[in-house]
């Protein structure tokens, strides 16, 4: 009984660490990150235990108690929050490490590690809310750090707008959120996850004709924080914060966090009156595709693992919304692994090329440096999709998913796989292989030991996990619904996807062999992109991100702006001035009118007594 | 004698006795004013500590008759509403006191008039006699013009003295119309709240009476809270203002309107209320989605904040409008946070403008490097004013909405739109303008020091404010199981709410209106499916002890 309430000390470890620093030890660079590191390893440990000696269980204290509306502060631990628990308080230790080194001699140290463990908490958070108003104050605070996290660098102005830029997109979606939570309460009449969970299930149309909207409600919470389209504006300006922030916050945890949402609330999305799940599929599945263009034209090498990120969080949705939570969280764990390792590995490549981050000035640097090539390759390889890394088995699931479900999504997503595979072998072969294209290139160094560790000890589960039988302990939590999970763990895992639904393996080989095949042919010891003359107008649009960024701002500009200055304008004309000046003017003319009746004449002041007197006397005596 | 009453003389006290000190005895008037606001902070933290929740209730009470032919009093209390307000009173009026080393001249009349608006304020909110009420209220709105016209700045001080002055005095003035009807026509000849609010439960007004009152209070009250489209006067005073009495004003003194409403307004008019809240609710969306596009378009700081807080004023109205436990609470628990929030904006603001002599955000610019500390604290304020989570702030906020959705949805909807994404716009515009970004000297003032705080006790009444925002943003039970049985046993034992359907249609890519007819025609509508069992429950509880 007692140990659960480690569960607290897991929560609160890292807001502790983030106030200890804020308040006491913000000075003192090395104390200040050894704490942070501290906090997220107890909380790790923590997660552990829990994860070993749980099943589930929940911890509930009242937040907030006012007439119809019951908060619970809650701690839900179950197979889906434990799994991610670890996933983040792992993913989250090994970052901490790595921000040890990679900081290093940044200013702004313990400024750093206060922000990091402020997230760490925020994100906890959310992971364990046993209520969808928690998870939304979580989900607040999760954007708040991303906030100050892009920004870290404020004094940049590309920081300083990407940091408001992710903020605004991210409360765009919370609107959406919010009203969907008020909608979910409104119906339901609480925002407990069980006691809605149980409601439905004892009157599945409870919802009424009103699911449908309310889930898309919801649903806007994951694309503001998925990142999904139309709002995935945000994620690739993201990249404006240190690469330790972009690998924990924007590629492994934080914007999983929609994904993991979904599927928290799955049962309120499933249900029989509710046409949101398909909705849900097509925005992934096309988000999914839209980045992966993005990505095959893009230089900058944390931009084009920020575009990969973004296909793949709308792979996962798209998993959310073909009915399959099981492999959507399974993609999700791979995937916190495999990109928070690729996102490390790019840091330790721009580390050693001294903030250089285009591709096309790095070239060889597999021999300059061994351990991040390795296991930047590792990396890739799991995302890509090939036996027996882990992002094989996961993508497997959602492939599989498709398959049974939705044939166009399937094809989507298999073409999505192959421009996955086409751009990371572009990525690898030309910053990695090659000869060096700048002198940068010729004098990198592999980073310090604190930074190439965290590399490794990430580069082992983006290999195991496909085997560590995780879709067995998800099948627990979604019970029928995850079909396309399949069960066993270890040596048997390994074939598993060939003999369950063999098309969907071998497709997924495949393409994957296509896409390594074309990039080799077009990169292989190219100085420049080939793409661009071959592709005209499209890979120019490509390279511009399809211009979404021009279309949105000339939006604002004409919507938001334009109603902003009426606004002022109004306030300034005509409330201010023409009806406070003009009362005032009103006011001082009577006044001065008034002022001709004060002659200082004694005959006036008598004769208007009189008429005074005379009247009143009328009034008094006639009129009545 | 009730420790009430120690609160509200001691300030009115010492304003007296600064009056005898020589003007050059200056710490010594300072050193007075400090501790004739602290002792009061900590005296009704004490009380807020010790107000005993179970019970409820009206408690620490003083009751002593003034006028007794006309029933008028001096009776001051606390129940659960008004503790958290007098807390708020003190905490501001102390955290004023503090900032106010800003005034080097004519120091003397300065704190004297401080030190009355300050008991006046604390009047205001531990009184539970209607005219004594009033009375406070009067008491420190004077000394309000004489300091904005005395010691306020900037260009427009005369203009906004002038503004300011009539506007409120003619808010109070409708107000009092409207209080003045209420005393002749419930024809009990007292003014004593309490006893007020529960004889006219027992026997209300008619229909029609209600209906002639409610607007004058609505509109007399409503212009003391800047309610729109009365609300010009806020941003251009509190910009001209010094800083303490932007902080004692915005954060305090402008709560008696919407204190107003929830005391004596709603319980003692429930029919005249129902029959005009939807004006409220209208007019509630023109602060939130109004006021807030033309913060969007400010060039100085402070008039951003103020039309900020005129924004914020938004949502208490709405919890008003709503009716219903929830949103009335989240009013209350909005008026504690707002307070706080606009105090500690103002300060700031004030503490900027000793700096850099200048708010216009063009000629700022990358100040948190030089000024970690403020810009922190800014920063974080900001964060507040846009409705984050573990500021007291969003509770508030979440409350209303949580409390307006099942009566006004479409309402509810539009308000979301202002707080969460009209809001961050332009809050955070002002973060990017002035605290990130490259730092850019002013320029005809050459380079400005740029002083952060240096000691102590210059970042005292900052963290005090911040520290109690996050406080009841952390823990908001603190405030809300006293708040809730006290608006519970003041709201009105209603019908059956009407619910509207429209919830139900509401599609989420309709584009929220200002003022939109929708929930008017919503309110007709009625459907179960919004029915919780938990309203039947509450609803009982409300029953006079």
Redesign the interface.
């Known amino acids: 009984m007692m140990l659960q309430h480690i569960a607290w000390i897991v929560l609160f470890a890292p807001l502790a660490a983030a106030a200890l620093i804020a308040l006491a030890t913000r000075r003192d660079d090395r104390l200040s990150a050894q704490i942070s590191i501290a906090a997220s390893a107890v909380a790790f440990a923590g997660s552990l235990i829990l994860f070993l000696a749980f099943d589930r269980f929940e911890l509930a204290w009242?937040?907030?108690?006012?007439?119809?509306?019951?908060v619970d502060l809650g701690f839900k631990f179950d197979a889906l929050s434990g799994l991610m628990l670890l996933v983040v308080t792992g993913v989250g230790t090994a970052i901490h490490v790595y921000s040890f080194g990679y900081m290093q001699g940044d200013r702004s140290f313990a400024r750093f590690f206060a922000s990091m463990s402020l997230f760490m908490f925020s994100m906890l958070g959310i992971v364990v809310s046993n209520n969808l108003?928690q998870m939304?104050?979580?989900w607040?605070?999760v954007g708040?750090s991303s906030y100050l996290l892009i920004?870290f660098w404020?004094?940049r102005?590309a920081a300083?707008?990407a940091?408001?830029k992710a903020?605004?997109a991210n409360?765009?979606g919370?609107?959406?959120f919010?009203?969907g939570i008020?909608?979910v309460?409104?119906?339901l009449?609480t925002v407990r996850f069980d006691e809605l969970e149980a409601r439905l299930r004892t009157d599945p149309g409870a919802m009424?004709?009103?699911a449908t909207?309310a889930g898309?409600?919801l649903f806007?919470g994951a694309v503001g924080k998925s990142a999904q389209f139309p709002l995935h504006v945000w994620l690739p300006d993201a990249m404006e914060g240190p690469t330790p922030v972009s690998a924990l916050i924007h590629a492994a945890t934080m914007v999983a966090a929609g994904v993991f949402m979904l599927c928290r609330v799955f049962f309120l999305l499933n249900v029989p009156d509710s046409s949101a799940l398909p909705v849900i599929a097509w925005i992934g599945g096309g988000t999914g595709l839209l980045a992966a263009l993005i990505a095959v034209q893009q230089d900058d090498i944390k931009r084009i693992l920020a575009y990969s990120t973004l296909s793949q969080l709308g792979m996962m949705v798209m998993a959310v919304g073909l009915g399959g939570p099981g492999p959507a969280m399974y993609h999700l764990v791979t995937h916190a692994f495999f990109k928070a390792l690729l996102f490390l590995g790019a840091g330790s490549v721009i580390h050693a090329m001294h903030h250089e981050q285009d591709i096309w000035k790095m070239g060889r640097l597999s021999q300059r440096l061994p351990v991040t090539c390795k296991t930047f390759l590792i990396g890739a390889l799991a995302l890509c999709g090939v036996p027996p890394f882990s992002g094989f088995y996961s993508k497997d699931a959602i492939l599989a998913q498709g398959f049974e479900h939705n044939t166009w999504l399937f094809l989507l997503a298999v073409f999505t796989a192959w421009l996955t595979t086409f751009y990371m072998s572009r990525l690898v072969i030309v910053a990695f292989f090659g000869g060096p294209k700048s002198s940068g290139a010729e004098e990198a160094h592999e980073s310090p030991g604190i930074m190439t560790s965290p590399l490794i000890f990430l580069a082992v589960p983006s290999v195991v996990a496909g085997i560590a039988g995780i879709p067995g302990r998800l099948s627990t939590q979604f019970g029928a619904a995850a079909e396309g999970a399949h069960g066993p763990a270890g040596f048997a895992a390994l074939f598993e996807p060939f003999s369950h639904s063999p098309l969907p393996a071998f497709l997924g080989l495949l393409v994957f062999m296509l896409g390594v095949a074309a990039a080799c042919s077009f990169y292989w010891g190219a100085k420049e992109d080939p793409l661009p003359s071959k592709l005209g107008w499209f890979a120019r649009a490509m390279k511009d991100r399809f211009y979404f960024d021009e279309i949105y701002s000339a939006l604002v500009r004409l919507t938001?702006e334009t109603?902003?200055?009426?606004?002022?304008w109004f306030?300034r004309w005509i409330?201010?001035g023409l009806?406070?000046r003009g009362a005032?003017g009103t006011t001082e003319l009577v006044g001065r009118a008034l002022r001709l009746a004060q002659t200082g004449n004694l005959q006036t002041y008598a004769l208007l007594l009189a008429f005074g007197v005379a009247w009143m006397l009328f009034y008094a005596l006639v009129a009545r | 004698m009730s420790p009430l009453t120690l609160i509200i003389l001691l300030p009115l006290l010492a304003a007296v006795g600064v009056a005898f000190v020589p003007r050059s005895f200056r710490l010594l008037i300072r050193f007075t004013a400090l501790l004739s606001t602290f002792v009061p902070m900590i005296v009704s933290l004490a009380l807020f500590v010790m107000f005993d929740t179970a019970q409820g209730g009206v408690q620490f009470g003083q009751k002593a008759d003034w006028v007794p032919s006309l029933g008028i009093q001096f009776y001051v209390g606390v129940d659960g509403i008004n503790v958290c307000l007098v807390l708020l009173a003190t905490i501001v009026a102390f955290a004023a006191a503090c900032v106010s080393w800003e005034i080097q001249q004519r120091e003397k009349e300065y704190y004297i008039l401080l030190l009355l608006m300050a008991g006046g304020i604390m009047g205001a909110f531990a009184s539970l006699d209607l005219f004594l009420f009033y009375f406070f209220h009067e008491l420190a709105l004077v000394p309000t013009f004489i300091m904005i016209g005395v010691w306020g700045r900037g260009a427009d001080k005369n203009y906004a003295t002038?503004?300011i002055t009539?506007y409120l005095s003619l808010g109070a003035l409708i107000a009092l119309i409207g209080l003045i009807a209420l005393y002749q026509n419930s024809g009990l000849r007292t003014f004593d709240m309490i006893e007020l609010a529960r004889q006219l439960k027992e026997r209300p007004l008619s229909t029609s009476t209600q209906q002639f009152i409610f607007p004058w209070l609505m509109f007399g009250f409503g212009i003391l809270v800047s309610l729109w489209?009365f609300h010009?006067w806020a941003p251009?005073g509190y910009g001209a203002a010094p800083t303490a009495v932007s902080m004692l004003h915005a954060g305090v003194l402008k709560k008696f309107g919407l204190y107003g409403l929830i005391r004596v307004a709603l319980p003692m008019l429930p029919e005249g209320a129902a029959s005009w809240v939807h004006w409220l609710v209208a007019l509630s969306l023109g602060n939130i989605i109004?006021c807030g596009?033309?913060a969007?378009?400010?060039k100085d700081l402070n008039l951003l904040i103020g039309n900020s807080s005129v924004a914020h004023m938004g949502f208490a109205f709405l919890g008003i409008a709503s009716f219903?436990?929830?949103g009335v609470?989240?009013a209350v628990v909005v008026m504690v946070a707002h307070g706080l929030l606009a105090a500690l904006s103002f300060g700031l603001t004030g503490y900027l403008y000793q700096t850099a002599k200048t708010l216009e955000m063009d000629r700022l610019g990358?100040l948190?490097?030089g000024m970690p500390f403020v810009g922190t604290v800014s920063i974080m304020a900001m964060?507040a004013g846009?409705g984050?989570?573990?500021f007291a702030n969003?509770?508030g906020e979440?409350?209303v909405?949580?409390?307006i959705?099942?009566v006004y949805?479409m309402a509810?909807?539009a308000a979301?739109?202002g707080a969460?994404?009209i809001g961050?716009?332009y809050m955070?515009?002002a973060?990017?303008v002035v605290?990130?970004?490259?730092?850019a000297p002013i320029g005809d003032a050459g380079t400005v020091a740029w002083v952060d705080a240096p000691h102590w006790w210059r970042r005292l009444p900052y963290l005090l404010l911040l520290s109690f925002l996050i406080l009841f943003g952390a823990?908001?039970?603190l405030l809300?199981?006293k708040i809730?049985p006290e608006v519970?046993r003041l709201l009105p034992v209603q019908k059956q709410l009407p619910v509207p359907s429209l919830?139900?249609?509401?599609?989420?890519s309709e584009s929220p209106k200002p003022f939109s007819p929708a929930p008017l025609a919503a309110v007709a509508v009625s459907d179960s499916?919004?029915q919780?069992?938990?309203?039947a429950r509450?609803r009982t509880e409300r029953n006079d002890p």
């Open positions: 009242s937040w907030l108690n006012v007439g119809p509306l019951k108003a939304f104050v979580f607040e605070l708040v920004g404020y004094e102005p300083a707008d940091s408001k903020f605004i409360r765009v919370d609107f959406g919010l009203l008020l909608m309460w409104g119906l009449g009424g004709a009103a909207v898309l409600l806007c938001q109603i902003a200055t009426a606004a002022a306030d409330l201010s009806m406070v005032h | 002038f503004k009539l489209p010009t251009l109004y596009f033309v969007m378009r400010q219903n436990v929830l609470t989240g990358g948190l490097r964060m846009c984050l989570p573990g969003f509770v979440a409350m909405f949580f409390g959705w099942k949805p509810t909807v979301c739109w969460l994404v961050a716009v955070l515009r973060v990017r605290w990130h970004g490259a730092s823990i908001p039970r809300t199981d809730q519970a919830a139900v249609k509401s599609s989420p499916i919004f919780h069992p938990g309203e509450h």
